[in-house]
C-alpha cells in the first residue's frame, strides 16, 4: 500500500528564516512525488514534482530514495508563503491512477 | 483552472437525506477523482473515473457512490447522509489520458458540506 506521511500539523517560522516541510513515503518501486499549496480559500494547486527537478517560487524538493523523503525546503520565508502544504505519491500500481495524499503541514511565517 | 466547475460551492442538509455533488470539465480528460478534505486527515480518495462508466472506489468510498454517463461530469452520492460526512469534497481530474506519468492533479473550488 501506497502511503505519506507529514509529521507536522503545524510549522511557524519567522519571515527570512529557513523553511523545511517533511514528507516521508512508503511504496515499494518508483513513485511520482508531488507537493501541492493550498492558499487560504482557494483551491489545491501543484507546487511542484520531483520528476521536473524544478523550483517554484524558490521552493525546491528532492527525491531521496535511500531515506524515502521528499522535503520541501525554501531558503527564506516570505509572509506569502503561508498556507497549507501537502505531499502526494502516486505510483505505479493500478496504472498511476491514485493519487495518495499526506494529512498535511500548515506553514505559518511571522512576520 | 483546467476548466474544473463544482457545484453546490455549500449545502447544508440532514442527517438521512441524499445529496448529489456534481463535478464538471469541459477539456474531455479521461481521469476524475472525487476527494475529501478533513483537518488531520488531509486528503482522502473516496471514488475515481477512468473513463465513461468506469469508476472505482478509494480508501473511503463507504456511503458514497458515483456516477459518470459522459465525459464531462463526474457525480459524487451520499444516499442517506450523516454527519460524519460533513466535510470539503473536492473533484480533481488529471490531464494525462493514456500515460498518467508526471500528469498532476487539476482541483476545483471545493463544496463545503455540512450535515446536520
Known amino acids: 500500500a501506497q502511503r505519506v506521511t507529514q509529521p507536522e500539523k503545524l510549522l511557524s517560522v519567522f519571515k527570512g528564516a529557513p523553511v523545511e516541510l517533511k514528507c516521508n513515503y512508503s511504496?515499494?518501486?518508483?513513485?511520482?512525488l508531488f507537493w501541492y499549496v493550498q492558499y487560504s480559500r482557494q483551491r489545491l494547486q501543484l507546487l511542484l514534482r520531483?520528476?521536473s527537478r524544478e523550483s517554484i517560487k524558490g521552493f525546491t524538493a528532492d527525491l531521496n530514495k535511500g531515506e524515502t523523503s521528499f522535503h520541501l525546503k525554501k531558503p527564506f520565508a516570505q509572509e506569502e508563503d503561508s498556507a497549507m502544504y501537502y505531499c502526494a505519491l502516486r505510483g505505479p500500481s493500478g496504472g498511476y491512477q491514485k493519487v495518495t495524499f499526506g494529512t498535511g503541514t500548515k506553514l505559518q511565517v511571522i512576520p | 483552472d483546467a476548466g474544473i466547475t463544482q457545484s453546490p460551492r455549500h449545502k447544508v442538509t440532514e442527517t438521512g437525506t441524499p445529496v448529489t455533488l456534481r463535478c464538471h470539465q469541459t477539456e474531455n480528460h479521461r481521469y476524475m477523482y472525487w476527494y475529501r478534505q478533513d483537518p488531520g486527515h488531509g486528503l482522502r480518495l473516496i471514488h475515481y473515473s477512468y473513463g465513461v462508466k468506469d469508476t472505482d472506489k478509494g480508501e473511503v468510498s463507504d456511503g458514497y457512490s458515483v456516477s459518470r454517463s459522459k465525459t464531462e461530469d463526474f457525480l459524487l452520492t451520499l444516499e442517506s447522509a450523516t454527519s460524519s460526512q460533513t466535510s470539503v469534497y473536492f473533484c480533481?481530474?488529471?490531464?494525462?489520458?493514456?500515460?498518467?506519468?508526471?500528469?498532476?492533479?487539476?482541483f476545483g473550488n471545493g463544496t463545503r458540506l455540512t450535515v446536520t
Open positions: 511504496y515499494s518501486g518508483s513513485p511520482e
Open positions: 520531483h520528476i
Open positions: 480533481a481530474i488529471s490531464t494525462g489520458q493514456n500515460l498518467l506519468i508526471n500528469s498532476p492533479l487539476h
